[in-house]
């Protein structure tokens, strides 16, 4: 019988769909799906997702979904998915995280998948600091601490220099007063910005870190002694009362109109975050880091800390896989280059020369993360941040110097607040 050429290259052509339609479903199912999630702004999301599509096309094998967001009620979601189990395989977390919920079997062990992640990269000390009951619990991803920085044009309008001392800082207030008026303040300080200057000016008098091996280091008075300096601060002019703050309708300084229009003239925040202060600013204004000041006392108190990490889940079903993709995006040139400096200055030797090298340590958040470093030398304890004392409005830092500012307390009461409920939580 004569075969018809028509109807053979038919069958042949739907045979060859067949077989690439069976490869491509067996390509899709062997190909191993791992989540990632984080908060922040949308050049962190930017690049982070970058970086990931990076990571994709060297690892076909690998598909990754990505979850992001604010960080308004982040925390409160991720504080549900821990407990129920449900966070991603991988998740971008606060250090205080660690000592939230590394004991109840959230974050993986990272130590077993060292073959995976260059750990070589970070200081041992930083390590140690994500480590809980002999689990590395997360990668450090960089190291922050709080400095100050300054709307340089109104104190040009004030006639005078961003303050380089505590007491041009006083001189200050009374000089905003006098030249430009009531409603303008050097410096601006929340609640919880108040508790860690306070604890940067007791460090400085002192000499001895906040916290040491699970005990609070200050006595009832010496607590006293940060809450008088505190106050002075409020009545000399150079801070606006806790009343005022909210009656600008918010106590997020880069939302806030007074520091958008030049009324608060500084702010003592993370090296990290200083993106969103600068970019907040009207028009026409600029902002510059400022730098510790030598009379606080005979010490160095500032601190650093961990400003996030990454850990992988527990119940990740992909363990190499996620350790792979945080190789790619912590250590690896090609991934840290997109990344850049989106989280801070990177920890990570092989990143932080990799932005070295393309260019990224020159901005304002290099210049205050090199004073950080080369100033601070107390590491703030995990402890600082517990929920109990950091929560906003019924933590324990919150009720004291909002109290103190409002008149409820004295400084000897409030100092009574705040050595109560650390020694609470310690003691926990």
């Known amino acids: 019988m004569k075969k018809n050429p028509a109807k053979s290259f038919l069958i042949a052509a739907l045979f060859s769909a067949a077989v690439l339609l069976t490869s491509c479903e067996s390509e899709n199912n062997q190909q191993k799906k791992i989540t990632v999630s984080w908060w922040g702004g949308e050049s962190r999301h930017e690049a982070t997702v970058s970086a990931i599509k990076a990571f994709e096309k060297e690892n076909p094998d690998i598909k990754v979904d990505v979850q992001f967001g604010a960080w308004d009620g982040w925390e409160d979601s991720m504080t549900a998915a821990f407990y129920a189990g449900t966070q991603a395989d991988i998740t971008q977390i606060n250090w205080n995280w660690i000592n939230e919920y590394g004991g109840k079997e959230v974050f993986l062990d990272l130590n077993t998948v060292s073959d995976y992640i260059d750990f070589s990269c970070y200081d041992k000390d930083a390590l140690l600091q994500c480590t809980f009951d002999g689990k590395l619990q997360a990668v450090p991803v960089s190291v922050t601490g709080r400095i100050f920085y300054w709307n340089s044009t109104v104190f040009e309008r004030a006639g005078i220099s961003v303050p380089s001392s505590l007491s041009e800082l006083y001189s200050a207030g009374?000089?905003?007063?006098?030249?430009?008026?009531?409603?303008?303040?050097?410096?601006?300080?929340?609640?919880?910005?108040?508790?860690?200057?306070?604890?940067y000016y007791l460090g400085s008098v002192y000499g001895k870190p906040w916290i040491t091996d699970g005990k609070l280091n200050y006595t009832a008075d010496e607590i006293e002694k940060g809450m008088d300096f505190i106050c002075s601060l409020e009545e000399g002019h150079v801070i606006p009362s806790i009343a005022d703050i909210i009656g600008d309708g918010t106590s997020a300084f880069d939302k806030s109109p007074e520091w958008i229009n030049g009324k608060y003239a500084g702010i003592f925040e993370w090296d990290s975050a200083v993106a969103k202060y600068a970019d907040a600013l009207d028009d026409g204004q600029k902002l510059v880091v400022g730098d510790y000041f030598e009379d606080m006392g005979d010490y160095r108190g500032g601190f650093s800390k961990i400003s996030v990490a990454f850990a992988i889940s527990e119940n990740t079903d992909y363990p190499e896989e996620c350790a792979r993709l945080l190789d790619f995006l912590l250590n690896d040139p090609e991934g840290t280059a997109l990344m850049g400096v989106e989280r801070g200055i990177p920890l990570s030797s092989s990143a932080l020369e990799t932005c070295r090298k393309s260019g990224l340590l020159d901005g304002m958040e290099f210049i205050a993360n090199s004073k950080v470093l080369s100033w601070a030398k107390f590491s703030l304890d995990i402890n600082f941040e517990d929920p109990k004392l950091k929560v906003n409005p019924e933590g324990v830092y919150y009720d004291a110097f909002s109290g103190l500012s409002y008149g409820d307390y004295t400084a000897s009461e409030a100092a009574e607040i705040i050595f109560d409920g650390v020694s609470d939580v310690l003691s926990d």
């Open 174 to 199: 009374k000089i905003f007063e006098e030249k430009l008026g009531s409603s303008y303040y050097p410096l601006a300080l929340g609640e919880y910005d108040r508790m860690i200057l306070m604890v």
